[in-house]
């Protein structure tokens, strides 16, 4: 499996502003993940984090509120911009291993919009 | 679209009986399908995968496929209180094993 990191943890913010979240894995993966995780439901997909060219977005998500840079093989960020309440989630990286062919999920990072 | 669908539960079992979760997909073409258990707080963990039909089996958890029903099952032996989570299922957007659409989840509670 992979180790996976994520700064912040959780954080609480205002309204209007932005947040940028980090992702940190131990190995080098091409295939890095942005979930979000609203309260009691599932898991949606943002984005996928391309090294080295523009972010993929799933329907209903897009760049210029959820910019993603991805500057190497084990770095990612996801900044949330100009926030409302609505974006109170649990925000989750992933990588795709390809030698166990399965996900791997970070710890996640818990934001509340005031 | 391609859709997964779970009963939220919650399903409530004695301890050391078997818990059964079920899952159907939408997709005909999906190939892989993955079981992941989050406990509150936590970010969801691997429990299992599949991509061929029949049983396949990992300590107490057995996975069921079968793609002419479109379902896939968990099936939990000997059920601990620990196991109490939520049980995700997922299937690959693009049909191969990374991009993954999930399920709403299936809550499990096992009282002792």
């Known amino acids: 499996s992979a180790v996976i990191s994520q700064k912040p943890s959780r954080d609480i913010c205002q309204r209007g502003t932005s947040l940028t979240i980090q992702c940190q894995v131990d190995s080098q993966v091409t295939m890095m993940f942005w979930y979000r995780q609203q309260p009691g439901q599932s898991l949606t997909l943002i984005a996928t984090?391309?090294?080295?060219?523009?972010?993929?977005?799933e329907s209903g998500f897009v760049i210029d509120k959820f910019p993603i840079s991805r500057p190497n093989l084990t770095f990612s960020t996801l900044t949330v911009s100009n926030m409302s309440p609505e974006d109170s989630s649990i925000y989750l990286c992933?990588?795709?291993?390809?030698?166990?062919?399965?996900?791997?999920f970070g710890p996640g990072t818990r934001l509340t919009v005031l | 679209q391609k859709e997964v669908e779970q009963n939220s539960g919650p399903l409530s079992v004695p301890e050391g009986a078997i818990a059964s979760l079920n899952c159907t997909y939408s997709?005909?073409?999906?190939?892989?399908f993955f079981w992941y258990r989050q406990y509150s707080g936590k970010s969801p963990e691997l429990i299992m995968f599949?991509?061929?039909?029949g049983d396949k089996e990992d300590g107490r958890f057995t996975a069921q496929l079968n793609k002419a029903s479109q379902y896939v099952s968990l099936l939990i032996r000997d059920s601990q209180p620990s196991d109490s989570a939520t049980y995700l299922c997922a299937v690959p957007l693009s049909g191969g094993y990374n991009k993954l659409i999930f399920g709403a989840g299936t809550r499990l509670a096992v009282h002792p």
């Open positions: 992933s990588v795709f291993l390809s030698s166990t062919d399965t996900q791997y």
């Open positions: 984090a391309n090294q080295g060219s523009e972010a993929t977005y």
């Open positions: 997709d005909r073409g999906s190939q892989s």
């Open positions: 599949i991509y061929s039909n």
